[in-house]
C-alpha cells in the first residue's frame, strides 16, 4: 500500500440545486427490458446496503434475464460441436450454426456476408488485420484510422501499412479530412468506431461508407458500443465489414464476431491454426478451408454464440422509437444535472456531434471534477452511494490526450436496464462530493483508490479481497 491519502473533509459547495426530472424524463422511469442481478444489493463503507446502481454498462452489460433464462434451457444439451454424431452433439451444432443467421440478419448483413465468432471485438479486428489484401506478397493498401479509436480499432493497424488522421473540432470537418486522405489514394481499408467508447458520440457510418468506396476502399465498424444502442443495417449503410462483442451486448460467456464480405476472408491467414480450419494437414504443410471455419479453429464458444444470439433477438424486437427515447432521456437527464454543478465538466469530442443532421449520441457520458482525482471519484461513489461507474483512459488513449485528460476521467454509461434513478443517484453523489467533501478516508492500493480500512465482505463463494485487484496497466503512466 502507497502512502498516498485523500482524507474525508468539506471541502466546496454546490452552486445550484439539483437538476429535477419533467415529463421528457418519464419514458425513463423504469427499465426497458429485464436484466440480470438489477436488484443486487451492494454493501456502503458508512453501513447498510444499497441498490447497486450500474453506470457502466459501456465495459460489460449486464445479462438480458431473457438470455440466462435461455442459457440455463440449453446448457444440458451442450456438448462439442460439428464433428459429433451424438444427440447433444447435433442440437449443439444446430444451435452454434443458427446463430451465424440470427447474428447476419441482427445487423442486415447480405446474404453471402461471412459471420466469423470471435472472443470480443478486439479479437475480430485483428483477424481481420491478417485478411488485408496482398499484392506481390506485400499489403495493397493502407489502413486509414482516427486518433479517436479504442485500442482495439489501433493497435491492430500499426502493424501493417496504415495512416492516421487526427479528428476535427466538428463531425463535418472531419469527415471533410478524411475525404482528403482518401483522394491522396492508395488507402484499402478505412477503420472507424461506430460510437465512441469514451463519449458516445456516432459517426455517420453511411457518408464513410460511401467515402471510401468512392476511393476506392473498404470500410469496418467497430461497432462495440454502437449495436448496443442502435438499429444496424450494414447492407443498407454498405458497410464491408462490422464488428462487435456479446459482452457489451447482454450476452454473457465472452463471445464476439465478424460480419462481412468474404474474399478477403477466404484469402486471408487464418486466425487460429488448430482443429476444423483446414481441408487436409499433412506434417509439414496443409490446406486451409474456406468459410467461417478458416478463422475458428478449435473447439468454438458454443454458449457464447448461442447467448449473443438470443441477445440480438431480444433487442431487435424492441420498438426503436421507445428504444430510443428510454435512452435519451437518461442521457439528457444526466447531462443537463452534470453541467449544473459547479466544477463539473462534460466532455465531447465534436462541437456539432448532438446538433441539426449529425449523427447524434448513445448512453454513454464523459465527464470529470475539478479537483479530484477520477478513480477516487469513481471509489467514493462506489463505496459511499453503491454506485459503479468507469474511470481510467478507457483504452482510447490518444483520445484522451487530445481531449485534455491524460491522467483520465470518468464515464458513465447505461441501457435496457437501466432507470432515471441511476441517473439521479449519480447527481445526488456528486452534488454531496461538492458541498461536503468525501465521507471517508481513501488511499491508493495497488495502483487504484479504495476506502481506508474496509471492512465489507463480499459474497460467500468469492474471494474476501475488496480492494486488493489493483489497477489495470493501461489507466496508469
Known amino acids: 500500500m502507497t502512502t498516498a491519502i485523500f482524507p474525508a473533509a468539506p471541502e466546496f459547495h454546490a452552486a445550484t440545486e439539483a437538476v429535477r426530472p419533467d415529463g421528457r424524463h418519464s419514458v425513463a422511469a423504469r427499465p426497458l427490458a429485464a436484466v440480470t442481478g438489477a436488484e443486487i444489493q451492494a454493501p456502503l463503507i458508512t453501513g447498510g446496503h444499497a441498490r447497486y446502481a450500474n453506470l457502466d454498462y459501456g465495459a460489460s452489460a449486464p445479462a438480458l434475464s431473457v438470455v440466462s433464462a435461455y442459457l440455463n434451457e440449453i446448457l444440458p444439451y451442450y456438448a462439442s460441436v460439428h464433428r459429433g454424431a451424438g444427440y447433444a452433439s447435433q442440437i449443439s451444432t444446430s444451435v452454434y450454426e443458427n446463430a451465424r443467421d440470427i447474428v447476419r440478419?441482427?445487423?442486415?448483413?447480405?446474404?453471402?456476408?461471412?459471420?466469423?465468432?470471435?472472443?470480443?471485438?478486439?479479437?475480430s479486428l485483428n483477424l481481420l488485420a491478417g485478411c488485408l489484401p496482398l499484392r506481390d506478397g506485400r499489403p495493397a493498401g493502407e489502413v486509414l484510422y482516427l486518433d479517436i479509436e479504442h485500442h482495439a480499432n489501433l493497435l491492430p493497424w500499426q502493424n501493417v501499412p496504415h495512416r492516421s488522421v487526427v479528428a476535427a473540432p466538428t463531425l463535418a470537418a472531419t469527415v471533410g479530412l478524411l475525404r482528403d486522405e482518401l483522394s491522396r489514394g492508395g488507402v484499402s481499408l478505412l477503420a472507424v468506431t461506430g460510437a465512441s467508447n469514451v463519449t458516445g458520440e456516432i459517426l455517420p457510418i453511411r457518408a464513410l461508407a460511401a467515402l471510401a468506396h468512392e476511393y476506392g476502399a473498404r470500410i469496418v465498424v467497430d461497432a462495440a458500443q454502437l449495436a448496443p444502442h442502435r438499429r444496424i443495417d450494414i447492407a443498407a449503410d454498405d458497410v464491408d465489414y462490422l464488428a462487435f462483442s456479446g459482452h457489451k451486448?447482454?450476452?454473457?460467456?465472452?463471445?464476439?464476431?465478424?460480419?462481412?464480405?468474404?474474399?478477403?476472408?477466404?484469402?486471408?491467414?487464418?486466425?487460429?491454426?488448430?482443429?476444423?480450419?483446414?481441408?487436409?494437414?499433412?506434417?509439414?504443410?496443409?490446406?486451409?478451408?474456406?468459410?467461417?471455419?478458416?478463422?475458428?479453429?478449435?473447439s468454438p464458444n458454443v454458449l457464447g454464440a448461442a447467448a449473443l444470439a438470443r441477445a440480438t433477438q431480444v433487442i431487435a424486437a424492441l420498438d426503436p422509437e421507445q428504444w430510443q427515447a428510454h435512452e435519451d432521456a437518461i442521457r439528457s437527464f444526466l447531462v443537463e444535472g452534470l453541467e449544473a454543478i459547479e466544477g463539473v465538466t462534460v466532455h465531447r469530442i465534436f462541437a456539432d456531434s448532438e446538433a441539426g443532421d449529425q449523427a447524434g449520441t448513445i448512453g454513454v457520458v464523459n465527464f470529470s471534477v475539478e479537483g479530484y482525482d477520477a478513480?477516487?471519484?469513481?471509489?467514493?461513489?462506489?463505496?459511499?452511494h453503491g454506485i459503479g461507474l468507469r474511470d481510467g483512459r478507457f483504452c482510447a488513449h490518444p483520445l484522451l490526450k487530445r481531449l485534455g485528460l491524460p491522467a483520465g476521467s470518468l464515464r458513465a454509461s447505461f441501457g435496457l436496464g437501466s432507470r432515471l434513478e441511476d441517473a439521479e443517484r449519480l447527481l445526488a453523489g456528486l452534488q454531496q462530493l461538492r458541498q461536503t467533501g468525501l465521507g471517508w478516508d481513501y488511499v491508493v492500493d495497488a495502483g487504484r483508490w479504495v476506502p481506508a480500512h474496509d471492512t465489507r465482505t463480499y459474497p460467500h463463494w468469492a474471494p474476501n479481497t475488496p480492494g486488493t485487484a489493483g489497477a489495470a496497466p493501461c489507466s496508469v503512466d
Open 249 to 298: 451486448l447482454y450476452a454473457p460467456f465472452g463471445s464476439g464476431v465478424l460480419v462481412g464480405r468474404t474474399d478477403w476472408l477466404d484469402a486471408g491467414t487464418p486466425h487460429l491454426a488448430g482443429g476444423g480450419a483446414v481441408r487436409d494437414a499433412r506434417l509439414d504443410s496443409v490446406s486451409w478451408t474456406t468459410g467461417p471455419a478458416r478463422h475458428e479453429g478449435g
Open 375 to 384: 478513480g477516487l471519484v469513481a471509489a467514493y461513489l462506489s463505496a459511499e
Open 105 to 123: 440478419d441482427f445487423v442486415g448483413g447480405r446474404p453471402d456476408d461471412s459471420v466469423i465468432f470471435t472472443r470480443n471485438t478486439t479479437d
